[in-house]
Every structure is written in C-alpha cells, then in structure tokens.
C-alpha cells in the first residue's frame, strides 16, 4: 500500500476540523451546559448528540470483536461510501474501478463527485479475479470496490481473490459485507491488522433490521478512521438513531433469531420457486434475496405488482438478463409469493 499521505487528496491531508463545543469538553462530571447555545428546554432532545457516539461503539466494539478505534458509524454505509470518495478521489484526475454487476451507490457516488467509475464485468459464476481488476486500475486508482455477498448476484466473492487483491493493490479496497450476517463466510472485519488497506462496510439496515434509522459502519485502520472522523460532519449521528442503535444490540440473540430464520426461509423459498416452470435458474445466495432467472422477468415483475407483490426487476442489469431480485420475507409473506407465483399463466 503507497503511504496514506499519498493517497490522501491533498486538502483533506491538511484540513483542520471544526471543532464543536462537545469535541472541546469530554468530561462527565459537569452539570451546567452552557457552551453550544443548546435550549435548556425539552430534554434529552435539546442537547447535541455526541459526535462521535462512543456509547454505540463501546456497545459494537463488543459486539463485533473489532476495537473502537477501529470503526466509524455513518449515515447508512451510503456516507461511508461517498466520504471514500470525498478523502482520496481528486475529481477528474483519479478513478476508482468495482466489479459489475454490483451495488449502485458507487457509480452514483462516484458521478456526483466527478470520479472516474471503472467496471470490470463478472464471470458466468459472477466471480472475479485480482488482475482483472488491476488490469483496469493505473497510478491513479484510489479504490476498488467489492461486494461480498454481492448485490444483486446474492453470492460471496472468492476470498482468495479478494485476499489476492489485499496483498497487491497499493490503494484502498473496499469490502461491502451489507450481507456478511446471513453468509457462511467469516467477515474480513477481523483481519483489519493484516490489510492496512481495507476497510469494510457493514450496516443495521439489514439483519439488524433498522433500515430506518440509518446506520451504516466502517471498519478500518485507525488512521483511515482518522481521517473519515474529520471530514464528517460533527455530528452525523442524530440522537435517536443511537439509542435505537443500542437498543437493537442490546437484543442481538432475537435478531440472531431473525437471521437464522430467514437462513432458512431462503433455502425453503429457492426449492419451491425452482419447482415453477416458470424458473429457469436460481442463483446459488449467502443473501438475504434469491436471484431468479425467469421466463420474461418485466413480465413477471408486472404481474406480480398486480397482486401487491414488489419484488426488484433486474432484467437490464449486466449479466442478469431476466431476473428478479427477491428479499425473504416471512414465512407468511414467502408464501404469498409462491401462491401468487404458481397461478401465473404464461
Ligand atoms: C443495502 C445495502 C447497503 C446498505 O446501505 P445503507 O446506506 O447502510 O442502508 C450497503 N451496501 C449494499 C451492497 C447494500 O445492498
């Protein structure tokens, strides 16, 4: 990996954050605020949340078996991603190369920010390898951008490559695991000190089902967090979304639960949707959704809205030429699927 000075963009290497009035004064034992022109008025909202909630990662460093040093929260992955761009992507001179298909927030985030987005195509298997990707990438490749489990294909990336990757790329490689809690692989969160160029994106939108409150996490060496801490804004956070946050891993054994059900949901709704005629392949999924090959997906997919069913129609994605991209839901709701599913006429 070139010296993380040198990946940096200059600007951000030598920006001084703001300070706010919670970042100068870190004790406790205070009980008079009078320094952040707060309202005194409707507590506990009235005050700023702090900045870089330490509560919510002493509760994750836990949890996750990763130090807190090591770990920046975001709102959703999704500021994660773009602060990637913002810290080591100098608009219109650097670039960053993904796998295609995969998660669309990299291209939109690289676009906005006028960096040249680089795709390398899937195999059949919608696997990679290491030199394709560094085929593409050039002195000017801050990033590559991985998604294991990937989206929408459901399957893990191969580790080898990935581990391939680590070892000869001089940039950053993001690992996306938006999806790592209902795979069988183990997370590359605990191999942080063996890649000093990794950093992993994790999220509560999705096992952790707290989509809505908007958390995403990132985890890295402490000098990449360093430099996401300044260039975030001082409090990104809000309040409500981390105590929801603690809450929700205060209660990790019944989301555990809710993780080995829809394990289970996937393997029963593959094997039934299989048996329709109207399928034409499942793909193999570590996911909390099956790819589907159909007969004519826009067709299906329009279908099935007529019903009330949404599921995602991926047919114009590469590679996935009459697809569906559907989430387990509950048995309940797997079922109405499948019933509705077995009464469409061709
Ligand atoms: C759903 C998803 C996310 C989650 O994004 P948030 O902003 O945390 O909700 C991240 N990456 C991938 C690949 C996803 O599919």
């Known amino acids: 990996m070139k010296p993380l000075k040198e990946l940096t963009r200059p600007n951000v290497w030598r ?24 309202s005194p008025y409707n507590n506990p909202i009235n005050r700023y949340p702090d900045p870089l909630q330490g509560e919510v990662k002493a509760l994750l460093a836990q949890v996750k ?3 807190a040093e ?10 994660a991603i773009d602060l990637l761009f913002r810290a080591f992507c100098e608009p219109r001179i650097d670039n960053v190369v993904a796998i295609d298909p995969t998660y669309g927030m990299y291209q939109v985030c690289a676009e906005v920010n006028d960096v040249e987005y680089r795709k390398v195509l899937l195999d059949e298997n919608y696997q990679f390898t290491a030199d394709s990707l560094l085929a593409v990438a050039d002195e000017h490749t801050k990033v590559i951008f991985l998604c294991s489990p990937n989206n929408p294909t459901g399957n893990d990336l191969c580790r080898d490559e990935i581990v391939k990757l680590l070892n000869t790329f001089d940039g950053l490689v993001v690992v996306d695991e938006a999806y790592i809690d209902f795979s069988d692989s183990p997370s590359f969160r605990f191999d942080l000190a063996k890649y000093p160029n990794i950093v992993v994106l994790q999220t509560f939108s999705k096992a952790w089902g707290s989509a809505a409150i ?25 309040i409500l979304t981390q105590q929801q946050a603690i809450s929700v891993l205060q209660r990790k054994e019944e989301v555990a639960a809710w993780v080995a059900l829809l394990r289970q949901e996937r393997a ?19 996911a909390n959704f099956i790819l589907a090959r159909v007969a004519d997906a826009t067709a299906i997919y329009n279908y099935l809205v007529g019903q009330g069913i949404i599921v995602r129609n991926r047919h114009s994605v590469s590679l996935c030429g009459n ?3 559907i989430t387990i839901g ?15 006429k061709q």
């Open 214 to 238: 908007r958390l995403g996490m990132a985890f890295a060496s402490e000098e990449i967090i360093a430099l996401f801490n300044k260039i975030k804004y001082p409090y990104n956070i809000n």
């Open 323 to 325: 697809c569906l991209r």
């Open 15 to 38: 920006l001084k954050p703001y300070s706010s009035a919670r970042d100068e004064y870190k004790g406790v034992s205070a009980s008079v605020f009078l320094d952040a022109n707060e």
């Open 268 to 286: 029963r709704l593959a094997d039934e949707l299989l048996q329709l005629p109207l399928t034409e392949k499942i793909f193999p999924s570590q």
């Open 65 to 67: 078996q990763v130090p």
């Open 330 to 344: 509950t048995p309940e709701e797997n079922n109405t699927l499948l019933n509705a599913m077995k009464e469409y």
């Open 70 to 79: 090591n770990i920046f929260l975001g709102n959703g992955s999704d500021e």
